[in-house]
């Protein structure tokens, strides 16, 4: 989930705590517990500050090993050896407890995602996401704003939230129940189908869609339950010339490889460079696909200027990274 609505859970979290009649409602475990839930809801995403070495080392590591099973523990031990410094009269068992759930819940929440987390590491590096709920879902942060508020004017914070929990859970069932019927209705469309992956919007009836066949991939949406197909592409096994040798060497296309499970390539040759390009088909935006990897090789294959991430006009790529033109 994205960074406010990992706030506002923490916040919650914080009030839910407050059923636990060891933390109460006004004491220091309450003080601690809090802190413990907000902090802890924020702890796994501090590899976010890999955005400021490269886009290439935040592709790669992102939601990896900051969300695995020994980083969970490694937080809530850290986070509440931290909270016990400031707020020694806290009860230290329960002060864990609820960061430790906090914790998890981040880790839980993030697998809904299409971006999903390597959440089983150490056993295995495998990418989990089930591709249900985007990364910032309004109802989802709205429903945690407006429980605050209800918080605010008096209620009792720990049946308010934990009735907004239960509402929560029928939402997610139901984001299951329309990505299960978009699958069975692509299966009618699209015969011999490998692989679908649906990412969800931020809108409630819309999805994107990339089908993988043995021969073709299929980009498409759902629109209101509506299957609406947008290209069709050959699928071609990526050739491993002496030129895309080179290039996969890059770190921006590594990094690319690494993380996007269904894409296109294409390789231009010019007078005095090669261009390789990888274009993600997951996220087709008014006719253009934003999240794409880049390099530039001279005559010897020298990687001269290379890219990966989001960007949403060819003039706009060139320009920020003073690409050769074409």
Known sequence: MDTGTHVVMGIALGGLA???PVVGIDNPTATAVMFGTIIGSQAPDLDTILKLRNNAKYIRNHRGITH?????????????????????????????????????LHVFVDIFNAYGTQALRPFTKKWIALGIINTFDPFIFIMHVIGIVIWIFGAHP??????????????????????????????????????????????????????????????????????????????????????????????NISAFLSFSPVYRWEVDEFSDHYEVRFIDLRYRSKGYYPFVAIVQL?????????????????????KKLELIPE
């Open 18 to 20: 407050t059923l636990d």
């Open 68 to 104: 695995s099973i020994p980083a969970i523990f490694i937080w809530s031990f850290l986070i509440t050896g931290m909270l016990t410094i400031f707020i020694p009269e806290s009860n230290l068992l329960h002060l864990y407890l609820w960061t430790l759930f906090a914790i998890v």
């Open 158 to 251: 720990g049946y308010t939230f934990l009735s907004i929990y239960i509402i929560l859970i029928g939402y997610y069932l139901i984001r299951f129940a329309m990505k299960r019927n978009i699958v069975r209705r692509l299966h009618k469309i699209i015969p011999d189908i490998e692989q679908v992956i649906i990412s969800p919007t931020m809108r409630f009836r819309q999805w994107h869609i990339a089908i993988m066949t043995d021969i073709t991939f299929h980009v498409a949406r759902s629109v209101n339950e509506e299957i609406i197909l947008l290209d069709e592409f050959e699928r071609v096994p990526v050739p491993q010339t002496e030129v895309i040798k080179a290039a996969e060497e890059d770190d």
């Open 298 to 318: 001279d005559t010897d294959l020298n990687i001269v200027s290379s890219y990966t991430g989001w960007i949403f006009s060819e003039e706009k790529l060139r």
